[in-house]
């Protein structure tokens, strides 16, 4: 078993930046793609950005390329999103996943373990 735990979700400003954490336990998850997916109310879960398990390739929606930033230290057991210039519509609940293998996907099909979810809210 795998636990994930997200940290760093809050409010801020459009325009601001917040960096979220996940912390794994249980498991080591080297070798293993971390991904971040939004929900927000009434619509399904989002890709957010994916990272493999060496951290050599990267993946991003199209929605916060050159804004987000997904990063890993697997010494720690910990991946990050740092979200740069953030916009009301990035307001969601945030969450991190594990992948069943190495590669990225976009699909939250592609991922067994999930953590609780941080809420972002961005106000204008």
């Known amino acids: 078993q795998v636990q994930l735990v997200e940290s760093g979700g809050g409010l801020v400003q459009a325009g601001g930046s917040l960096r979220l954490s996940c912390a794994a336990s249980g498991r080591t998850i080297s070798g293993y793609a971390m991904g971040w997916f939004l929900q927000s109310p009434g619509k399904e879960r989002e890709f957010v950005a994916a990272?493999?398990?060496?951290?050599?390739?990267?993946d991003y929606a199209d929605s916060v390329k050159g804004r987000f930033t997904i990063s890993r230290d697997n010494a720690k057991n910990t991946v990050y999103l740092q979200m740069n210039s953030l916009k009301p519509e990035d307001t969601a609940v945030y969450y991190c996943?594990?992948?069943?293998?190495?590669?990225?996907?976009?699909?939250?099909?592609?991922?067994?373990?999930w953590g609780q979810g941080t809420q972002v809210t961005v106000s204008s």
């Open positions: 990272i493999t398990g060496s951290g050599v390739w990267i």
């Open positions: 996943a594990r992948g069943r293998d190495w590669g990225v996907r976009r699909s939250a099909g592609g991922y067994d373990y």
